[in-house]
T-cell receptor
Framework: QKEVEQDPGPLSVPEGAIVSLNCTYS??????FMWYRQYSRKGPELLMY????GNKEDGRFTAQVDKSSKYISLFIRDSQPSDSATYLC??????????FGAGTTVTVRA | EAQVTQNPRYLITVTGKKLTVTCSQN?????MSWYRQDPGLGLRQIYY???????DKGDVPEGYKVSRKEKRNFPLILESPSPNQTSLYFC???????????FGDGTRLSIL
């Protein structure tokens, strides 16, 4: 079983819709949580970084962490065609273990 | 401009022919890492380096070598490449372990 599970999609939504992305993880030692966005033929770029349960907001993006359920989410409000990309969740433990989800491909239709 | 630079971006080669993928960062980062990305498997860590002369294995180190002689450079070496090493490779760096990582644009390797 992979340590971080992520539905690969693909996910297709109309412009303006809310995009909801989810990951689950199995290791309680994971303390830090990240979301990366990856455009085609480019490296991942960091979107959100958090280390606590609860919500963190940055513009149209909200990251949500529920440590009791081992569940992390990313919400994109008012989605735009430029949000079309692959989104990767990642977790980091205190003992240097870094794990990525497989990524979810999102298409926002104009 | 702050960046992680990988070379080459694309390479097609044959089984057994030694190759090196270079990685250089200009942000004075302590931590550097190599990943491979395969469909359905996501990013898997090959090797990482906490600082100069300090390297350690990630999840999939078999068939790879690395070195960290200088802070800015972290080359990935495939001594005897095999077809199962055909993949998209990313180098990343961060100020320290646990800090957000900056990724290069990737190197697509095809080994025939």
């Amino acid at each position: 079983q992979k340590e971080v599970e992520q539905d690969p999609g693909p996910l297709s939504v109309p412009e303006g819709a809310i995009v909801s992305l989810n990951c689950t993880y199995s290791n309680s030692a994971f303390q830090y949580f990240m979301w990366y966005r990856q455009y085609s033929r480019k490296g991942p770029e960091l979107l959100m970084y958090t280390y606590s349960s609860g919500n963190k907001e940055d513009g149209r993006f909200t990251a949500q962490v529920d440590k009791s359920s081992k569940y992390i989410s990313l919400f994109i409000r008012d989605s735009q065609p430029s949000d079309s990309a692959t989104y990767l969740c990642a977790t980091l433990s205190n003992d240097y273990k870094l794990s990525f989800g497989a990524g979810t491909t999102v298409t926002v239709r104009a | 401009e702050a960046q992680v630079t990988q070379n080459p971006r694309y390479l097609i080669t044959v089984t057994g022919k030694k190759l090196t993928v270079t990685c250089s960062q200009n942000m004075n980062h302590e931590y550097m890492s190599w990943y491979r990305q395969d469909p359905g498997l996501g990013l898997r860590q090959i090797y990482y380096s906490m600082n100069v002369e300090v390297t350690d294995k990630g999840d999939v180190p078999e068939g790879y070598k690395v070195s960290r002689k200088e802070k800015r450079n972290f080359p990935l070496i495939l001594e005897s490449p095999s077809p199962n090493q055909t993949s998209l490779y990313f180098c990343a760096s961060s100020l320290a372990f646990g800090q957000p990582q900056h990724f290069g644009d990737g190197t697509r390797l095809s080994i025939l």
